[in-house]
């Protein structure tokens, strides 16, 4: 009996449309990040802000992930960005396919900086590779201060860690220890760079910023 892998199967299939994706992208001259967390982290609230933030600087485009609705897609476009929502339907992570078709309806020649807002999940996610330039991670801190120790992958894989919800740190409203974080984020990944953020007060983000346009600069 001849025993498949389904699971390799599986993932080199994503594999050829990552490829794809990333060949499109390069030719295009677009930067790309898949923007991972947990639900209720502040991903489209970041992005949000950043667009708006840099309205005239950065033309940006999103592709949305989410298990069902196009909310965020809808928030997105109301900052005049264009955005693509993929509803997954019960799927906990988008797959490269689903992004190469996502991408082909984007005025991509027009862009020069793309994100791919994931399902939200700290696990599935990290194990698909999407044709992008890198991971971005988001962490509230809400969330606790163990999650780079209870979901390594992510942060070991990922470019930025966007500490965000700090606004919540004043007066000690939650208990997190953002020195911890950093710590932990920094065993798993030496290079990861982390930015603690307030999406919703603007506190920390020009670095955030700095560091995007950075990006675009290498591109």
Excluded at 46 to 70: F, W, Y
Excluded at 105 to 132: A, D, W
Excluded at 152 to 161: D, E, N, R
Excluded at 192 to 207: D, H, K, L, N, Y
Aim: proline fraction near 3%; charged fraction near 20%.
């Amino acid at each position: 009996m001849t025993k498949v892998n389904v699971g390799r199967k599986i993932l080199s299939a994503n594999e050829t449309y990552a490829l794809k994706n990333s060949e499109l992208l390069t030719q295009q001259g677009n930067r790309c990040f898949n923007m991972i967390s947990s639900p209720g982290s502040g991903k489209t609230t970041l992005l949000v802000r950043t667009i708006s933030d840099l309205a005239g600087a950065l033309k940006i485009g999103v592709i949305e992930g989410d298990i069902q609705t196009d909310i965020d897609a809808q928030r997105i476009r109301a900052t005049n960005a264009p955005a693509i929502q993929i509803i997954t339907e019960g799927a906990c992570h988008l797959s490269a396919a689903q992004v190469h078709q996502a991408l082909q309806k984007l005025p991509l020649n027009t862009l020069n900086l793309l994100f791919i807002e994931n399902v939200g999940n700290l696990v599935c996610p990290s194990s698909f590779e999407l044709g992008e330039d890198g991971k971005i991670v988001v962490l509230s801190v809400a969330e606790g201060d163990d999650k780079p120790v209870k979901y390594p992958a992510i942060f070991a894989k990922s470019k930025v860690l966007l500490v965000n919800k700090i606004d919540l740190l004043a007066g000690a409203m939650v208990d997190f220890n953002i020195e911890r974080v950093k710590a932990d984020a920094r065993r798993l990944n030496k290079d990861i760079e982390i930015f603690p953020v307030s999406a919703r007060t603007g506190e920390g983000m020009q670095a955030w910023y700095d560091w995007l346009k950075g990006q675009i600069a290498k591109s």
